[in-house]
């Protein structure tokens, strides 16, 4: 242990002072962790080598439980954490929290149905209390090249209710925000000429039909009458940015001569990418040589996905 930073730090006002020190670990690890299995978490580091894992048994859990999710009973298209949070009770035969030191630690030391041969332990603590919270917070975005708080319309502050289209997903998860069917990241074209010289589609964006809404928030962008998303006069595949009748003007949806409508009949599938942030908190631990008020675990790793969200139908 002589490589780990030790800090003797008397906090007064903790009435735990009563042997004179509360003693505060160091360790100089990552501040993200791993896991495994149902459910290890754990995280390493070299020279020195050292471990802390945690070892929830009662009850059982699996990265499945902390990631759930459930619809929001208040908008069908948005979904909410199931379990934000979990708190366990540490003890030294379940839910056990270890600090390991190694003379060597071969990589994937864990989570492993046979340990690893050339491990070799030096030291092996087992908190003899505390309680560890593991907390999940979910971010979700549409990846529509438009942040997130830009698509807070009202600036209110709360990005579900800016709805554009009215198709029940809000715009940050919108990747058509105004349900014409073609995409906001093909809407979102700085104006030519560009200006304000900033390059930012934001503040010069196209706006074709000049009624001052701009093309990502307008569904009629030619301000020809007719839908934008019903301008699909050759190919009926929700996707208007292929029908073109005359090459020199461009799409359909940009020629104010062609005003043929052929109903779209639904939006286009709304891909959403989510990002679970897995963080533990231990409170309380005691190890023989050491407690601990109060560690922050980290973030677990590798934990976003992708999935789909549901719009309205289009009623026409
Ligand atoms: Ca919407
Ligand atoms: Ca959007
Ligand atoms: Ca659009
Ligand atoms: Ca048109």
Redesign the pocket.
Known sequence: MKNIVWLFICFISLSACDDGDIITVEFDFEDTFNACGDLVFFKTKNNPDQSFSLQLTSPALTIADLVETETDPTNPSLVIVSNPEFTYTLNETSNIFNFRAYSNLPDNPFCNDVPPSNLNVTQDDISAGGTAVISTVLIEDDNDGIAAEDEDLNNNGDLNDDDTDNDGIPNYLDI?????????QT?LVVLDPNTDNDDDPLTNPLDTDGDGIPN?LDNDDDGDGIATRDEENLSQDQNPTNDITDNTVGPDYLNTTITTAIAATTYRTHPVQQEFIVSIILENISFPTISEDFMDFGRLTNSATNTSRNADPIFN
Request: avoid cysteine; hydrophobic fraction near 20%.
């Open positions: 058509d925000d105004d349900g014409d069917n073609v995409l906001t809407e990502y």
